[in-house]
């Protein structure tokens, strides 16, 4: 099924935690894989199950892949990653993609969880291209919201179960997407919206972004779909 697929062979170099529901990996390859910004690679977990995940890398090419997992579920990819130590090798399929950035003078980003992964090179690019740029991050608790300070720009954050020492906006992403469209009624034609993660998240800043009458081809999206 995968044979005329281009494989890698890598092997983990680190497995740090981002948060308490996400991972940093970063996978050491043979050869230098290229990539575009929201690309992502076919890992086979445990050696031959296929789970996909996008490059969290800000340059291309590279020997040293990024990525960014969830492992907040049950599931085998997330159970098999969470822990895995440096030196396991891992063999993955070629970086394969169709969530494009496309250079515009107001990128605005959303995501929950580790869709942010493939957000980091396109926030990358977007600041390279001079683009305005907004990102808007979603999480369960405080506890989840990994440390983006590297990106150097200020991030809208909300969180759906807050402490009693939380400050920040509570509740969905759609929530402080929305108070920004709001403000932005004037430039809302001219914004290219990149949004990454959970179906049911998209699925909602979608309507929303319907609904506020945004084009279709100005709206950019990949569903983690299970
Ligand atoms: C283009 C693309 C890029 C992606 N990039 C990323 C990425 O960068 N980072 C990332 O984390 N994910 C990413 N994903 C999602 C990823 O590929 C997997 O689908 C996801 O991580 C779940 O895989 P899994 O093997 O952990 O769970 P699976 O084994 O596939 O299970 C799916 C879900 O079923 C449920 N489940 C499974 N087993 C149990 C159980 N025993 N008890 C209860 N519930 C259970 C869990 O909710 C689990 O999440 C991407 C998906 C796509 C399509």
């Known amino acids: 099924m995968f ?19 996400l991972n940093h990996i970063v996978i050491k390859t043979e ?13 086979f977990i445990g050696g ?7 490059i969290a890398n ?30 396991v090798e891992i063999n993955f399929l070629e970086p394969f993609g169709n969530f494009k950035y496309k250079k515009n003078k107001y990128s605005w980003f959303i ?24 990102i808007f991050f979603g999480a369960r608790e405080e506890f989840d919201i990994p440390d983006l300070s590297f990106l150097d720009i200020p991030i809208n954050y ?3 179960k807050p402490s009693d020492e939380w400050k920040g906006d509570v509740g969905r992403v759609q929530l402080i997407l929305k108070k920004e469209l709001d403000k932005n009624k004037n430039i809302l034609n001219k914004i290219y919206f990149y ?5 049911i998240m ?6 929303l972004l319907q609904n506020n009458n945004i084009k279709n081809e100005n709206i950019i999206f990949e569903k983690y779909s299970l």
């Not at 949004?195 to 179906?199: A, E, H, K, N, Y």
């Open 3 to 21: 044979d005329s697929l281009k494989k890698h062979k890598g092997v983990i170099y680190s497995n740090k935690k981002l948060s308490n529901t």
């Open 31 to 43: 050869d230098y894989i290229s990539f575009e910004p929201g690309d992502y690679i076919t890992l």
């Open 48 to 54: 031959y199950v296929p789970r996909n995940y996008s």
């Open 58 to 87: 800000i340059s291309s090419p590279s020997k040293n892949i990024e990525i960014i997992i969830n492992t907040s579920t049950p599931g085998v990819g997330a159970r098999e990653l969470k822990d895995i130590k440096s030196g």
């Open 111 to 134: 995501a929950v969880g580790s869709g942010i992964s493939p957000l980091i090179p396109m926030i990358h690019q977007a600041k390279i291209d001079l683009s305005n740029i907004k």
């Open 158 to 160: 909300t969180i759906t």
């Open 195 to 199: 949004i990454c993660g959970q179906p």
């Open 202 to 207: 998209i699925n909602h800043t979608l309507d």
